[in-house]
């Protein structure tokens, strides 16, 4: 949404394309409440997403270069986690499960030849 209006761009080819990205069940945690004995989170919403667990580069929220474990993508309607909050990865995955959030982004493609996505980088 920019400025209260959607700008995503659907086509058969993305629909087809984010029904073959998006198979991979994700629970996304966000922080409730943060005191001195710790995190509390909300309860968890599943999401569909990609995963690529693929460690690069990134930037956190404070622009200080952190090395990221991995990128999950899912619908762009879906919601955009905050940094700090967990997503829990399928335990069939072979990767650690429980990850925080290090950015967020809404990604459009700008053609609808590829999906609108949610773009999270995690640690």
Known sequence: MVGGVSVSR???TSDTLRDLWFRHEVQLQ???IRTMRGTTFKPGE???ASINMESHRALNQHGEEVLAAGTINWDVDGPLPEPGDVLTLPDDFGAKPQRKVVSARRAYSGTG???DHVE????
């Open 10 to 12: 659907r086509s058969k």
């Open 30 to 32: 966000g922080e409730e």
């Open 46 to 48: 599943t999401v569909k």
């Open 113 to 115: 030849l590829t999906p």
């Open 120 to 123: 999270v980088t995690i640690v």
